[in-house]
């Protein structure tokens, strides 16, 4: 069974510019995770959605973030205008319903500059 | 406020002695408990999980604890091997009907296995 993917794995840009992430999660799992990670910490919930409908975005920084799942399968994180503090590894997550285990990609190392 | 902690950023054991891995929690609704395995450069990989009703679940070489009036919990991994150098990640969940929610992270411990 293939994991949870995610392109690209690395992305360098200029502060302001804009960028996108993008996570296919595992055959069949409605639950979809975006997490951003900070260098030696944990990850950190930013949305989670089940099938198309964002269900938790309350940590998500509305002024420049936004994520979309559409047709419940894939989905899409963008971040415009990149500011310094966003370089980070953004992880996918999926799970299947019922179950609270969740799944990890590989993640997108941002860094911006 | 952290509500997981993990207080050792690192922890050194030789080979083929016991690892053991702790975890507290703050977050009296947290019902699911789960530790991650990450190597550099990917991402954290699921390794063993315990529901809040119970204390104990095993998986091979791996063993979780969990002690709910202290909110406390523990990996234990034997006999440890130079494979299992990474860090180790507690994150815990609450399941709130429609789904479960996303998980609560600690900041992590890097296990060193000596030879």
């Known amino acids: 069974e293939a994991g949870v993917v995610q392109s690209p794995r690395y992305k360098i840009i200029e502060k302001k510019q804009p960028v996108a992430f993008w996570c296919n999660p595992i055959?069949?799992?409605?639950?979809l995770y975006w997490y951003r990670q900070n260098l030696g910490q944990g990850p950190e919930l930013l949305i989670r959605?089940?099938?198309?409908?964002?269900?938790?975005d309350s940590q998500l920084p509305k002024d420049r973030f936004s994520a979309e799942r559409l047709k419940g399968v894939d989905s899409t994180l963008k971040i415009q205008p990149a500011e310094l503090g966003d370089s980070a590894v953004y992880l996918c997550a999926s799970s299947p319903r019922g179950s609270e285990t969740q799944y990890f990609g590989p993640g997108t190392r941002l860094l911006v500059l | 406020d952290q509500q997981v902690k993990q207080n050792s950023p690192s922890l050194s054991v030789q080979e083929g002695r016991i690892s053991i891995l702790n975890c507290d929690y703050t977050n009296s609704m947290f019902d699911y408990f789960l530790w991650y395995k990450k190597y550099p450069a990917e991402g954290p990989t699921f390794l063993i999980s315990i529901s809040s009703i119970k204390d104990k679940n095993e998986d091979g070489r791996f063993t979780v604890f969990l002690n709910k009036s202290a909110k406390h919990l523990s990996l234990h991994i034997v006999p440890s091997q130079p494979g299992d150098s990474a860090v180790y990640f507690c994150a815990a969940s609450a399941y709130s009907g429609g789904g479960a929610d996303g998980l609560t992270f600690g900041k992590g411990t890097h296990l060193i296995i000596q030879p």
């Open positions: 055959s069949g799992h409605n639950t």
């Open positions: 959605y089940e099938n198309e409908e964002a269900v938790d």
